[in-house]
């Protein structure tokens, strides 16, 4: 500018450039995302690395479930202080839930495998250190994931939440309200299922045969929908406060969680199991007709469904 003034972003006297405020908070936010992201990640690393060197000369697997529910527990607590000062009523939320679900599935699979004796999954794998050590990778790798809604959640700072929100409007209300619903439904679909087979299995008389009660008549994995249906429910109220890209993110929590559980470990096989142990059974093949595999249907949760 003419006549001696200031040029625009410099300060008088031959200073730096003024930082724009709005670049500043933005790699404030960044720097805290990083920390929490890096904190997350050394918690996971180090309880599954510690669950496993106790574990390994043991030859033992009962330490397997306890550790991924130790390692959500550590990685929630090491993913709020990335949200800054204090957190906020919706971090607070999303944070309890997970904890809630971590707390509830590891006292009941604890309980399972110290009942029963063994995890059939690991015959062959626990005398194998090097086996034993990828089955906690995996794990690690599960939790990483998984955990990755409330992981971005948590580093976002009050404002930047506050925003985003108000942004989306009623279409943040919406996925907020929907994904408080999913989560309910499939954590109490979830805990019903498991109590329900528990106390089947609890009862001599029903050794060796296969639950056709309860929520077991509305599908034939009601556990396993359960648990899905409550993770996208957790991505969808997650989402309803992240940016795009980073809800792009957060949705490979629920997609994880539906590709084990419907093509790797879960579904497939207990399937395979079931039709190696009853498929010959007149009574197992009626009610694989009448029963969907997963997703309950309005005619079986009625009763209304025919054998086929």
């Not at 009862?203 to 556990?223: C, L, M, Y």
């Not at 406060?241 to 994880?256: G, H, R, V, Y």
Request: proline share 5%; charged share 15%.
């Amino acid at each position: 500018p003419r006549g001696g003034g200031r040029s625009h972003g410099v300060a008088s006297g031959g200073g730096r450039p003024h930082s724009h405020p709005r670049r500043v908070r933005r790699a404030a936010t960044r720097g805290v995302a990083a920390q929490g992201a890096l904190g997350v990640v050394l918690a996971d690393a180090f309880v599954h690395v510690a669950g496993w060197a106790v574990s390994a000369p043991l030859a033992t697997e009962k330490l397997y479930d306890l550790t991924g529910s130790v390692a959500f527990l550590a990685t929630a607590a090491s993913s709020l202080p990335a949200s800054g000062l204090s957190a906020t009523a919706r971090q607070l939320a999303l944070t309890g839930a997970i904890c809630c679900w971590t707390l509830r599935l590891g006292t009941f699979l604890v309980y399972r495998v110290t009942r029963d004796g063994e995890d059939r999954r690991f015959r062959g794998v626990r005398e194998q250190p090097l086996k034993l050590g990828v089955y906690f990778f995996v794990s690690a790798v599960w939790v990483a994931v998984t955990s990755l809604p409330m992981v971005l959640v948590n580093a976002q700072a009050a404002a930047q939440q506050a925003a985003t929100l108000q942004a989306r409007g009623a279409l943040g209300s919406l996925m907020t309200a929907a994904g408080v619903v999913a989560f309910a439904a499939g954590l109490a679909l979830e805990c019903i299922a498991d109590w329900q087979k528990l106390r089947f299995r609890a009862k001599r008389e029903n050794k060796d045969k296969f639950i056709t009660q309860g929520v077991w008549a509305w599908s034939r994995h009601p556990n396993y929908a359960g648990e899905i249906a409550l993770w996208w429910g957790v991505f969808l109220f997650a989402a309803a406060s992240l940016s795009a890209p980073q809800a792009c993110a957060a949705a490979a929590s629920p997609a994880l969680v539906t590709l084990l559980l419907t093509k790797v470990s879960g579904v497939p096989l207990l399937e395979r199991s079931g039709l190696k142990r009853w498929g010959g059974d007149a009574e197992y093949k009626a009610y694989r007709a009448r029963t969907p595999c997963l997703w309950p249907d309005p005619l079986s949760v009625l009763g209304l469904k025919p054998s086929m």
